[in-house]
């Protein structure tokens, strides 16, 4: 399996995505993807499945230190009390003694986020948590965090496809060696049925799902979090790992680029692009 490293620790470039996954098909996909070799699962307090993932991972037998497990601060719970409160309660659902990584879900202006940011630190000290991590984070925020706080940040998960540039959060990302965790790396479906990316899909017998994936998984510091809910997708997915893409084929989906995001709730930061 792909790796990026950072701060020492090594992450899969593949994991698996599990919002909207729920109850025993939560499970039962947590489960079928670490049979297959999946190694990094991505969830969060508010898609209501820790417990589920929790026990998947526990009746698997996959070793804990094999596993990059990451959960996801809710807005609600940025305050240093929260922080500390809600991360044992993940620990608890998710049956575990520790997180692999610990994210921001989503910035809340209402709560400094050097609170935020220390408080996740006191865990990390504690050994609570081995990284501490942003999503939907634009980069004047990176930098907020990055440069005004002086956290260490591991990564910053974004929404990132063959759809929708990254380009700012990526030029700031790369030369700190932070990874960008692509969310929604299938623009939640909308990939599939662009005429180009099929093109290209025929053109090596893969599935469009895969070209998405291996777009973004042969850059630079970038990792991918799809979400499946059965075995096929599953396998599909992990292939993409052994797509290569010409640099012709790469050229054609970078031009797609552009500004479809599928994931815009009413809270959501002024994005870079
Ligand atoms: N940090 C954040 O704010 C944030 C926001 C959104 C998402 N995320 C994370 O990113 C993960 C992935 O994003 P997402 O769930 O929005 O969307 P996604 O992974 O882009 O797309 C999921 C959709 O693609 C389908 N699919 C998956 N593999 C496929 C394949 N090989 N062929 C055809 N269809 C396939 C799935 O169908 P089936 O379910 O039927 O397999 C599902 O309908 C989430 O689960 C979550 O962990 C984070």
Not at 93 to 118: G, Q, S, Y
Not at 131 to 151: D, R
Not at 171 to 198: N, Q
Request: with cysteine; charged share 25%; net charge negative.
């Amino acid at each position: 399996m792909k790796t990026l490293t950072h701060l020492g620790t090594r992450m899969p470039a593949l994991g698996l995505g599990t919002w909207q996954l729920a109850g025993s098909t939560c499970a039962r996909v947590v489960r079928g993807a670490l049979d297959l070799g999946y190694r990094h699962i991505d969830t969060a307090q508010a898609y209501g499945n820790e417990a589920e993932v929790g026990a998947a991972i526990a009746e698997s037998g996959v070793d804990r230190e094999q596993l990059f497990l990451t959960t996801k601060l809710w807005m609600d719970r940025l305050a240093r009390a929260d922080v500390l409160r809600s991360a044992e309660e993940s620990l608890r659902r998710l049956r575990t003694d520790w997180l692999d990584l610990l994210l921001i879900h989503w910035p809340n202006p209402r709560v400094p986020l050097a609170e935020t940011l220390e408080a996740m630190a006191e865990l990390r000290e504690a050994g609570k948590l081995r990284h501490i991590g942003v999503s939907n984070f634009p980069v004047a925020l990176l930098q907020q965090a990055v440069e005004e706080v002086g956290a260490e940040i591991f990564c910053d998960q974004v929404e990132y496809h063959p759809l929708l540039s990254q380009r700012p959060v990526l030029d700031y990302l790369r030369p700190r060696g932070m990874p960008l965790v692509a969310y929604s790396p299938l623009a939640h479906g909308k990939v599939l049925t662009h005429p180009e990316v099929r093109r290209i899909a025929s053109k090596h017998g893969a599935t469009p799902a895969q070209v998405s994936l291996a777009w973004l998984l042969g850059q630079d510091g970038v990792a991918a979090i799809p979400k499946a809910s059965g075995m096929e997708h599953l396998r599909d997915n992990l292939a993409a790992l052994d797509l290569d893409l010409d640099p012709a084929d790469r050229a054609a989906l970078d031009k797609l680029q552009g500004h479809t995001r599928t994931v815009a709730p009413s809270w959501a930061p002024n994005w870079d692009t």
